[in-house]
């Protein structure tokens, strides 16, 4: 019988449980915002009137930072946050964040297409910038890769045309966009089977495994086969409604990836035994790391 | 070169007796649930060859410490002599560096909690509100490191200036020293042992060593 079960708790990976949900909405709100900035970038040259979606992308990204502001424990202390912009993505988000505000306000004013163009490739960075806060945090394996950068960013877009798509409800105009909103569908589908292959390939928690396993069916269906089916649909038929629906499930479904990945699959690193001391005149055994399921590649 | 201060963890002679993590609750007083030091469990092998193993954990002091990188506000530092530190009148408890550390070591308590719901005297007279809201871990004693420097006196071997969890560990499994320093003891003993450090592949450079063979147990 194998016994490298542990008697005390935190030897194996668990759930961390310092980010909930409010931590997980600055991703979820903010990337998404993110993406639209960049989405609404690429509707400009159409000479579409898209203030509205600009302003709601800003508000997206305003909400998840206040989300953040809600979760940290020295709330009046959150300035400091601005310190380390030498080393920390997080203290590199919060300086970015001002420079997003300020050019889509600068787009909402003057309409200006240029402004417009800024506020989207910044938008870009920005969703890099939280791929790369959740990468640097290498206590949880399931973060700290480059496919998690990629899959964060891929996120960011799908949501990003995702919204865009929504709102051909109001701008039929905007239907068409229901083909680039099939193409970063088709993307985060293949960043997620990267991502997913990465973990595989370089080994995880169990535990991490097993959330992506039970998420798997429902966000490859649902998330993006019929999100996908559904944008190509209405834009070749021109149906603003059918294209808002693909818009919809794709930005649900990278929502709820999003909650998933921070308060659910983010397992810690747990602890290993490489190998067990040689007591008296004994030898030394081979070790041992609990809750931890090896690489394929290790 | 300046100093790196260690510490050698004997697991040939850890008996999991806990006492480093009293010593360390009381030197500290960390509040319930709080083990800024701790004793793994581990069980290994398979019936009969089943082995159990003793590993005490805690803020390994990385000489590259991803808990500072990520930290946006420089709460926590690295000082020259190796030790990683919190200061908890910058610190925003963002938790960042919670998730960035491998090793379980930080935590972060929003109200006060005590042992039995209201406070104790002792309790009551070493709460600390500049610890709640923030993120806390093992300091390495460093006042007692601090001291050191004061007195003269040498960590690891003067027990006025040695972590607490070392001077109480009932069979000297722990030992504490700079590792700079070739003629240390802690150097000796490493040069003399078998040792790993915990997830050295993720490039932390972890100033705690497990010894698990040579020299003499």
């Not at chain 1, 949880?140 to 409800?169: D, H, K, M, N, Q």
């Not at chain 1, 993307?187 to 097993?210: C, F, K, M, N, V």
């Not at chain 2, 420097?149 to 109480?168: F, I, L, Q, W």
């Amino acid at each position: 019988m194998k016994s490298e079960r542990p008697i005390l708790d935190r030897v194996p990976p668990r759930q961390q449980g310092d980010w909930d949900i409010r931590g997980a909405l600055n991703f979820m709100l903010g990337g998404a915002g993110a993406g639209l900035l960049a989405a609404v970038a690429c509707a400009t040259p159409l000479g579409l009137d898209l203030p509205i979606m600009e302003l709601l992308g800003l508000a997206l990204v305003g909400a998840g930072l206040f989300c953040v502001w809600l979760k940290i424990g020295r709330p009046w202390r959150a300035l400091h946050v601005f310190r380390r912009p030498s080393t920390s993505w997080m203290s590199r988000e919060a300086w970015l964040a001002p420079v997003v505000f300020a050019c889509g306000a600068a787009a909402i004013l003057t309409q200006a297409a240029l402004f417009f163009y800024v506020a989207g490739l910044l938008g870009l960075v920005y969703a890099y910038a939280q791929g790369r806060i959740l990468k640097a945090n290498i206590g949880i394996p399931a973060w700290r890769r480059w496919s998690c950068v990629v899959l964060i960013v891929a996120t960011a877009l799908a949501e990003g045309f995702g919204l865009l798509s929504i709102g051909a409800v109001l701008w039929p105009a905007l239907t068409p966009f229901g083909y680039a909103l099939a193409v970063a569908i088709a993307l985060r589908y293949a960043a997620w089977r990267a991502y997913r292959a990465d973990l595989r390939e370089t080994g995880a928690p169990s535990g991490t495994l097993q959330v992506f396993d039970a998420f798997a069916f429902n966000f490859g269906l649902i998330g993006h086969g019929a999100a996908l089916v559904l944008a190509v649909a209405g834009a070749y038929a021109s149906q603003p409604l059918v294209a808002a629906a693909g818009g919809f499930l794709a930005s649900l479904a990278g929502a709820l990836f999003k909650y998933t990945l921070v308060c659910r699959a983010a397992f810690t690193q747990g602890f290993s035994l490489p190998r067990t001391p040689a007591r008296g005149k004994g030898k030394s055994g081979v070790g041992a790391q609990p809750g931890w399921q090896a690489g394929r590649g290790s | 070169m300046s100093k790196r201060y260690a510490m050698a963890i004997d697991l040939r002679r850890c008996v999991g007796c806990q006492t480093c993590t009293a010593a360390c609750k009381s030197a500290n007083a960390t509040p319930p649930g709080v083990q800024w030091r701790r004793v793994l469990d581990l069980e290994t092998g398979e019936f009969p060859d089943v082995r159990r193993t003793f590993m005490p954990v805690a803020c390994m002091h990385c000489a590259n410490p991803p808990c500072m990188h990520v930290c946006p506000t420089t709460a926590t530092k690295q000082r020259e002599d190796g030790l990683v530190t919190i200061d908890y009148d910058i610190c925003i408890g963002c938790a960042n560096c919670v998730m960035a550390c491998p090793y379980d070591a930080r935590s972060i308590e929003r109200k006060p909690r005590y042992s039995y719901g209201t406070p104790m005297k002792s309790e009551e007279a070493r709460f600390d509100e500049g610890k709640l809201g923030v993120a806390t871990k093992c300091t390495f004693c460093k006042e007692r490191i601090d001291e050191a420097e004061r007195t003269g006196k040498v960590p690891g071997v003067d027990p006025e200036v040695t972590p607490a969890c070392v001077n109480s560990c009932i069979s000297g499994a722990m030992h504490f020293g700079d590792v700079n320093d070739e003629t240390s003891h802690i150097s000796q003993l490493l040069s003399d042992t078998e040792h790993f450090r915990m997830h050295e592949e993720l490039g932390t450079d972890p100033s705690v060593f497990y010894i698990w063979d040579g020299g003499e147990a």
